[in-house]
């Protein structure tokens, strides 16, 4: 079956600091790959996404690249303020007519002044 | 601009009792999915509709939850006879479309069961 595997948090960085959250997954063909953040006290919401390999989606400074080589999408940005405090969901929405997402268990990111 | 909404925020419900949450949809949405979200996890996937056809229930742990979505706009995840086991939070999310280069879902804020 499907599955995304995320890096455990909390990752704890200062003010401007470079950010990665690592991200692989497995599945058949060629799914789709999303991040989605989750504030405090809000609902998920679409931060980037990437349908085929080798794209890169990109939103609000951070990035990640759909790398089919080594199955992964490795969220960054390279500098991080105190409002990207939140958890990071990494997702895949898998390809061949099928529409049931898998997601990662999230990675809790706090960044200090 | 309404995005999506749930209700109620918090539920406490008592071992055995039934719950109803409901999901409001954005306008329009075709597809809407129910996820349960335990602490700690990430959304794991319960049911699908697309308008009032429910397409796939296969993430539904028992038949105790049921779910329906008759006029194609609201929803409503029922759960009866509530085990501690169901304490979570529910996501409700909606989307314009299924196709895998559309596929954005907006999330509603969730409503967290706590069974006690």
């Known amino acids: 079956g499907n599955s995304v595997t995320q890096m455990e948090g909390p990752v704890t960085l200062s003010e401007e600091a470079f950010l990665t959250i690592n991200c692989t997954y497995t599945?058949?063909?060629?799914?789709?790959l999303f991040w989605y953040v989750q504030y405090p006290g809000e609902g998920l919401q679409l931060l980037l996404k990437?349908?085929?390999?080798?794209d890169k989606g990109s939103n609000k400074g951070f990035e990640a690249t759909y790398r089919k080589e080594t199955t992964s999408f490795h969220l960054e940005k390279g500098s991080v303020q105190v409002s990207d405090s939140a958890v990071y969901f990494c997702?895949?929405?898998?390809?061949?007519?099928?529409?049931?997402?898998?997601f990662g268990r999230g990675t809790s990111l706090i960044v200090h002044p | 601009g309404a995005g999506v909404s749930q209700s109620p925020r918090y539920k406490v419900a008592k071992r055995g009792q039934d719950v109803a949450l409901r999901c409001d949809p954005i306008?329009?949405?075709?597809?809407l999915f129910w996820y349960q979200q335990a602490l700690g996890q990430g959304p794991e996937f319960l049911t699908y509709?697309?308008?009032?056809?429910?397409?796939?229930k296969s993430g539904l742990p028992s038949d105790r939850f049921f779910a329906e979505r008759p006029e194609g706009s609201v929803s409503t995840l029922k759960i009866q006879r509530t085990q501690q086991e169901d304490s979570a939070v529910y996501l409700c999310?909606?989307?314009?479309?299924?196709?895998?280069?559309?596929?954005?879902?907006?999330f509603g804020p969730g409503t967290r069961l706590t069974v006690t």
């Open positions: 599945a058949t063909g060629y799914p789709s």
């Open positions: 509709f697309q308008n009032e056809a429910q397409l796939d």
């Open positions: 990437a349908t085929k390999a080798d």
């Open positions: 997702a895949l929405s898998p390809s061949g007519g099928s529409y049931i997402p898998t």
């Open positions: 306008s329009g949405h075709v597809s």
């Open positions: 999310a909606s989307s314009l479309a299924v196709e895998a280069d559309t596929y954005e879902q907006y």
